[in-house]
C-alpha cells in the first residue's frame, strides 16, 4: 500500500505532495513535476506500489479526512468540502456517496456517536 510508495524516490514525493496539500487543485501533470518525473513513469509507479492511480488516491484521502471530521467536528458541510478540496457542496457530497454509500449529512448522523463527548473517555 502507500507505505511501500512512501520508500520509493518518486511515489514518495507525490503521497509527501498529496497529504501535505490534499485541498490543492492537483493535477497527475503538476505532481509529476513535484515528484521529478513523467506523468506515464509516476502514474506506473504509483499503481505498482500503491495500488490504486494517483488521482483516485486523492480522492480516497480526501474522503477519509471528510469523514473523520464529519464524525468529530459540527462544521457545517461546505466548510467540510472546502477543506477536503471541494469547491462546491454538490461535487462534494457526490464523491462522498460513492465512497461511503451515504451522503455526507445522513453519514454524520449515523456516525455522530463516534464524537467523543466533553466528560467521556477518549
Known sequence: GWL????????????????????????LDELARVAGTSRSVLAERFQ???????????????MLMAANLLSRSNAPLARIAEDVGYQTD?????????????????WRRRHAH?????????
Open 114 to 122: 463516534d464524537r467523543v463527548r466533553p466528560g467521556t473517555a477518549a
Open 48 to 62: 505498482h506500489l500503491v495500488g490504486t492511480a494517483p488521482m483516485q488516491y486523492l480522492t480516497q484521502w480526501r
Open 4 to 27: 511501500a510508495g512512501l520508500s520509493d524516490r518518486i511515489v514518495g514525493a507525490a503521497l509527501n505532495a498529496l497529504h501535505q496539500r490534499p485541498a490543492h487543485a492537483w493535477t
Open 90 to 106: 454538490t461535487a462534494f457530497s457526490r464523491a462522498f456517496r460513492r465512497e461511503y454509500g451515504a451522503p455526507p449529512a445522513a
